[in-house]
């Protein structure tokens, strides 16, 4: 694979990330998460993840009902469970690691590229439900929050977005089901000449979380269609098919002991319709599968030391396994590369305070 300028193929030292955060209440009903991130690989300073809400509680005779207005900069990243794109397991990864070419549209795709406004209501912490939708920011405004407009298939008009689960809870259990998606039409690559491509992600999600003491379980299963209808990035050349699926699968099994020892294995795959031309593989084909383990040590989860009690840390060792990639478990690229060519040995530090 072409390694990242300033780093080669391989045994490359890092430092990934710097990111300043601002969260907390402006008023009783009023709250925002802002983050901003100098990526270390890129070389480069943008806004990152960014969650602004209203929240407001209502009693009526046995029920409580916490409804609200959010607005915020990537689809899902205002979820609270461990399932959908933006907080998904793996919660960090290596930026230097070679990466399939093919991704659900819901899946960061729009990560900080859009604005969106949804409301949403909690009953009893049992039944969640939010709808709302997502603009494009103009490109004007995206370079002077630092990211780059080019290469983007932008949303025409609003992309509607919904969210519904259910949460029972029993003592130290819990077990959330639910489904989110996004409908939008775009403009591919930006060009507008033959109308727009149109596309909706359905997911489905689960979560069962035992909070014990020592022990915590965490399960996460998301599986996401989407139909991709390609009819203008046909017309323009920029795919063989007038409509192409994708299914995503996203699972991860974590144990934590005693709040500091971590141990998770996870399992990723995407596969769909093949299309030489929009997906630009060797093999035409979108599929790509692998497995992920990684064990993590967090020193301060009961506090920091003395001299510095806020400090918070997390070191991990991380191992990601490719049984597939881009479409072929041998040869991938037409140049002999096999998938486990691309296995990855990940150590990290994540430090915050």
Known sequence: MVPHPHFGPNNNFAFQQVSLFTGGRFTDNLGAFIQGTYDGVFRSFAWDNTDIRFAKPIKFDDHTLLWGVDTNNSPTVQDVWNTTPVWSFPFISSELAPTPTAK?????????????????????????????????????????????????????GVAPYWRVAVEPNFGNH???????????????NGQSGAGTDSFTDIGIDTQYQYLGDPHTVTARVAWIHENHNT??????????????????????????????????????????????????????????????????????????PSFWPWLNARIGLQYIRWDKFDGATSNFNGAGRNAHANNTIFGYVWIAF
């Open 231 to 304: 009819s203008a990035s046909q017309t323009l050349g920029l795919a063989d098919n007038s409509n192409n699926q994708l299914r995503s699968l996203s699972a991860s099994l974590s144990y934590i002991y005693d709040k500091t020892w971590s141990l998770t294995a996870g399992r990723m795959s995407i596969g769909g319709t093949p299309d030489a031309t929009l997906y630009g593989t060797f093999t035409g084909s979108p599929n790509s599968a692998n497995w992920i383990t990684e064990i993590a040590y967090l020193p301060f989860m009961r506090g920091g």
């Open 174 to 188: 819990s077990w959330e089901v639910g489904t989110f998606g996004l409908a939008s039409k775009v403009f591919p």
């Open 104 to 156: 659900t549209f819901i899946d960061l795709v729009y990560a900080q590229q859009v604005v969106g406004l949804t409301g949403y209501a909690f009953l009893d912490d049992l039944f969640y439900l939010e709808f709302g939708g997502y603009r494009p920011l103009s490109n004007d405004t995206q370079k002077a929050l630092g990211i780059n407009p080019t290469g983007q298939s932008p949303i025409n």
